[in-house]
């Protein structure tokens, strides 16, 4: 009769002050969840916002000298020609903008750039109060090449304006 006053003796010794019986892994994930749920729901919620729109855009004519400045440097938006159109490519200003790797064509007309595969500053039109680049040399394959960048452009950015050679400004409009 002992051994079994002994084991009862133990059981309600257990039962009385063992905290252990609480602490079981269904018990502390059930407890976690509950935590979370309670914090999900009374956390403060942040309204939803909506995106800024992009500034709109005025339609503009450059000419080489005046196309220049949009470089990406001092805040500037990035903006280069293909073909005599204007596109804002500030979005992309980590390839277009200073120190990316199409950074010399930013500001200017790419098109030889892009027809040649060249990032070189040789591609890049000298004389900005001179004619535009007719690009009349090029072949086949330079033409169709600068038109897969021109369609590439037109599907990603948007055109701002156009490319006009010194004293042709009024002309264009």
Known sequence: MDYVENRMAQEAAKQ????ESFVTPL???LLGMLLYTAY???RPHTPATIPKEEPAVVFK???PRTLLPYNGEKDMPVYLAVRGRVFDVTRGRNFYGPGGPYANFAGRDA???LACGSFDEEMLTKDLDGP???LS???KDQLEALQGWEERFLEKYLVVGKLVAVGDEDKAE
């Open 16 to 19: 009385n002050g063992n905290v």
């Open 137 to 139: 040399d090029l072949d």
């Open 111 to 113: 098109s030889r750039g």
């Open 61 to 63: 004519t450059f000419t």
């Open 132 to 134: 535009l680049d007719t």
């Open 40 to 42: 999900s729901w009374l």
């Open 27 to 29: 018990n502390l994930v």
